[in-house]
């Protein structure tokens, strides 16, 4: 009944009048906001249906337009008609289809599942296929399938920790577009003279707000991706560091809320293993202004094993950075969460493995202090 009620308030104009007309056909604000507070499941039904409305939008190739057509195998074509083949193929790809509907289409799909299969197989079997027309063929393909507008989670309480997460429907197509482009990028025949045209900042920014999504499958291939982009294109590092800096500063100090924490981590291990010495000032301050703060959030179980490595990672270019480390680290420390705490514990453990006597010194005091208080705490086992 109170679904019922609930649609109403959707699709009927706002009464006139308080209170409900006769035959329940309308509800008053009030009366609207009552229902959804003794039964709030209504109102995330209604939310979802609103969200399943909006799947079917102008992204979406419809029924009413025509199915792909099959196009020719690219190895049964002449070497000269390949190339065109290709730009034709990318091209097919760039429809995107509503996987919602796991009935609707199904021929277009299976040929733009078929034709991505082959894109990929050519690219990484035929030297000489990437030819300067596939650029902007590739990215607007790639721009077209996996750039979008993160749905909302169907579990407005969502713990990454104790919840599954959504998994991404089109997820059939979407693998292989993220394969494709991996292809594209880890190619030999790939130039970034001619990349950087076409993957630019603009571009960046859209791949990683995509970290945010639910789905881990999804994310671990961004991670490579990012990873390829900035080993790549020299140009794009800064600008990829300073992003990734942004966004985890509001992770931090706003949202509390961002999914794909562990995999910028581990993209910034490498990059922070490959930083030259001595290292620059502006490197220090993130580590003190960005990477130890994110000791702080409840979350910190989802990513700890790749914050603690880049922490150690900086230790060991800059032994003079580890007061300041166990500094944030004390400062940081958990008071009402055990199971945090021995996160703590095990990340002072490896700091220790391989901190120099000089600088154990300089720690010993309020180690000892912190370690004494947790010995003596009622949870120690």
């Known amino acids: 009944m109170s679904d019922k009620l609930a649609a109403t308030q959707h699709t009927v104009p706002p009464p006139k009048t308080q209170g409900a007309a006769t035959g329940g056909g309308q509800l008053s604000a009030t009366a609207g906001q009552f229902v959804d507070k003794i039964d709030p499941f209504s109102k995330r039904a209604s939310l979802r249906r609103r969200r399943n409305r909006l799947m079917g939008s102008s992204r979406y190739h419809t029924d009413n337009e025509p199915e792909l057509t099959q196009l020719p195998l690219i190895k049964d074509s002449s ?3 390949q190339a065109n083949l290709v730009v034709q193929k990318l091209q097919q790809c760039q429809v995107v289809f509503d996987f919602y509907d796991p009935v609707a289409q199904l021929k277009s799909k299976e040929i733009k599942r078929a034709a991505l299969n082959e894109l990929i197989d050519h690219i990484t079997t035929v030297k000489g296929a990437i030819t300067e027309p596939v650029y902007p063929e590739v990215i607007r393909m790639v721009s077209t399938n996996i750039f979008r507008v993160l749905p909302p989670s169907d579990n407005s309480e969502f713990d990454p ?4 997460p959504t998994l991404e429907v089109s997820w059939p197509h979407l693998q292989l577009v993220y394969e494709l482009f991996l292809r594209f990028l880890e190619s030999q025949d790939f130039q970034a003279s001619i990349g950087k045209k076409y993957i630019d900042q603009r571009f960046v920014l859209h791949l990683l707000d995509l970290f945010d999504s639910e ?3 999804e994310r671990d291939f961004l991670k490579t991706v990012l990873h390829r982009i900035y080993g790549k294109f020299l140009g794009l590092r800064a600008f990829i560091r300073k992003q990734i800096n942004n966004m985890f500063l509001s992770f931090v100090f706003e949202t509390d809320s961002f999914n794909g924490v562990g995999e910028l981590l581990e993209i910034l291990g490498s990059i922070i293993n ?10 220090k301050v993130f580590l003190v202004k960005v990477l130890l703060p994110l000791h702080k959030p409840r979350c910190l179980s989802l990513y700890h ?4 490595y880049c922490v150690v990672q900086f230790i060991e270019k800059d032994a003079t950075l580890t007061a300041q480390v166990f500094e944030a680290l004390l400062n940081f420390w958990p008071r009402t ?3 945090k705490e021995v996160m703590f514990l095990g990340e002072v453990e490896e700091i220790l493995d391989i901190i120099e006597p000089e600088q154990f010194k300089k720690i010993i005091d309020p180690l000892f202090r912190q370690l004494a208080k947790c010995v003596s705490s009622p949870h120690f086992q």
Do not use: V
Not at 305 to 308: C, E, F, I, K, N
């Open 79 to 81: 070497p000269a008609d």
């Open 161 to 164: 920790e104790e919840d599954e």
């Open 215 to 217: 789905d881990p499958r």
């Open 274 to 283: 490959g930083f030259a010495l001595p290292l620059k000032q502006e490197h």
């Open 305 to 308: 094993a790749q914050l603690a």
């Open 337 to 339: 969460c055990s199971s």
